[in-house]
């Protein structure tokens, strides 16, 4: 008998034995209910997140050792189906077949989202293996307003859904009790206040393998007032939203008085979290806060640890790297670029992606994971829109809408009163006066107010000091402590 490893001793919180998780699969066989046998997408989910359970507790070189074995399977095949690699590859000395991935890997050129954007058609498999055909589209703007578009396949679909599992996994989310979330939603889908959407469970993926508790959803631009109205009335045990309004929802919670007895943790998606924002969430609810990093071009980054407020990167579905100024690997305690090579998408796979943020190295996490550990990410933060009428809104600014229009290669839309807004556009080319029509009717349309635009043509748009691109500013001075009064 030997004694058990560490590993072996940890309490397992794979879905299998996580006890507010119980497995409910349903069977794609009719002869067969018990034990069920799923279907061919969710066996391989489960397969995966088997091997998530045990990976996260491997030591960091393990986890190296393994990622540097994928990853060179990934630069064999990228070598021969995009030119366009091949030949930054060469340009870095890597051009043997199943080469290790070593130091001549921080000579492989860094893409740039400009670079990313004038190559999509270049960077996009011909004929990509089996289960790595292209489904759709992931359009984002990033951290820094530069449109984008990556392919995404089933393969990329399935980590996807991987990725989240095990963040309520870490988290150990009681799956029977309500969600609501307020995000954006597509055209079509009615979350509209003061119903919002009832929906029957937390949706996908937690209802392919999981029995779940009531989901509710709210549309986003609906004001922080209404929305915390919506929210005291439905009691959720969960809210999932974006950073920059749950600041909102908290402040107007503060202002007003408003309890919400129920609720047990705030996840955040999507924008960059600060030390500020959490501390405001906590004086406001007292729960915890959640933080998730993903980039819809590339999946899930890192995800919060279970036991610290900072994240482990989520190394079985890339390779991020954080680099200085010059290009280096930065140690514990120093912020640089991150960099993203996807390691799974072989439609249109992304090699040193150079994604828009930034963050700290942290030193390794006492949890026991070997997961590279994130102290920080400074990315995207955007205000909420104010209305004349004092009502604030979340503004969707579609990830990529500028661009059909017009040749924009980075936005930023600053209000500067409760009447006029400057979209400050970096252009490949001088606009014509068709193009800034076409694209104020847009925002126009957007921000469901017949603001003034005006336009201005910088050559670039710099962070704030602090690190965070500001996609969306504004200059006014929200009136949460005052209901009803017109800031006017
Ligand atoms: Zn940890």
């Known amino acids: 008998m030997h004694p058990p490893s560490a590993s072996e001793a940890r309490p397992a919180r794979s879905p299998v034995n996580h006890p507010s998780a119980a497995l409910r699969l349903a069977s794609a066989s009719p002869q067969h209910l018990f034990p069920a046998l799923p279907d061919k997408s969710t066996a391989l989910l489960l397969a995966v997140l088997q091997q998530l359970e045990q990976s996260q507790w491997w030591a960091a070189e393990r986890v190296r050792e393994q990622q540097s074995a ?22 870095a000395g890597m051009t043997g077949t199943k080469a290790p991935v070593s130091a001549s890997w921080e000579r492989v050129p860094i893409l740039t989202r400009q670079q990313l954007q004038a190559n999509v058609q270049a960077l996009k498999v011909r004929k990509p293996p089996p289960g790595h055909r292209q489904l759709g589209l992931a359009e984002t703007s990033g951290s820094t307003g530069t449109p984008i578009r990556v392919a995404t396949t089933e393969t990329t679909r399935l980590l996807w859904n991987a990725f989240a599992l095990r963040d309520h996994y870490w988290h150990r989310r009681d799956l029977g009790a309500s969600l609501a979330a307020i995000r954006h939603f597509a055209a079509g889908v009615d979350a509209a206040y003061p119903q919002g959407l009832d929906l029957p469970d937390w949706g996908s993926p937690v209802n392919l393998l999981h029995a779940s508790g009531p989901g509710m959803a709210l549309d986003i631009h609906t004001d922080p007032r209404r929305q915390l109205e919506w929210l005291s009335r439905m009691n959720p045990a969960y809210l999932i939203t974006f950073p920059s309004n749950a600041a909102a929802l908290a402040r107007t919670s503060l202002a007003e008085g408003v309890a919400l007895p129920g609720l047990r943790e705030v996840r955040l998606v999507s924008e960059a979290v600060d030390d500020e924002l959490r501390a405001i969430l906590q004086a406001a609810w007292g729960v915890p806060v959640v933080d998730t990093y993903s980039a819809q071009e590339a999946g899930s980054l ?187």
């Open 302 to 488: 890192a995800l919060q640890c279970p036991e610290h407020a900072h994240y482990h990167v989520q190394s079985e579905n890339v390779l991020l790297e954080v680099v200085d100024a010059q290009g280096r690997a930065c140690g514990p305690g120093e912020t640089g670029r991150v960099l993203v090579t996807t390691l799974h998408n072989f439609a249109m796979p992304l090699l040193r992606y150079e994604i828009g943020d930034y963050a700290e190295v942290g030193p390794p996490c006492p949890c026991g994971r070997g997961l590279p550990v994130l102290s920080r990410i400074l990315g995207r933060v955007r205000n909420m829109l104010v209305l004349p009428n004092g009502e604030q809104r979340w503004p969707s600014l579609a990830a990529t809408f500028y661009r059909e229009v017009a040749p924009v290669v980075q936005h930023q839309l600053v209000q500067h009163d409760l009447h006029n807004l400057e979209a400050r556009l970096v252009v490949e080319r001088a606009l014509s006066s068709e193009e800034e029509e076409g694209l104020r009717a847009m925002i126009v349309e957007r921000l469901g107010h017949p603001f003034a635009i005006r336009f201005s043509y910088p050559a670039s748009i710099e962070r704030s000091p602090s690190g965070k691109y500001e996609e969306f500013v504004s200059k006014v001075q929200a009136v949460t402590d005052a209901p009803g009064q017109d800031p006017q």
């Open 70 to 91: 994928q990853l060179a399977t990934l630069l064999e095949f990228v070598r021969d189906a995009l030119p366009f690699y091949r030949q930054r590859l060469a340009e």
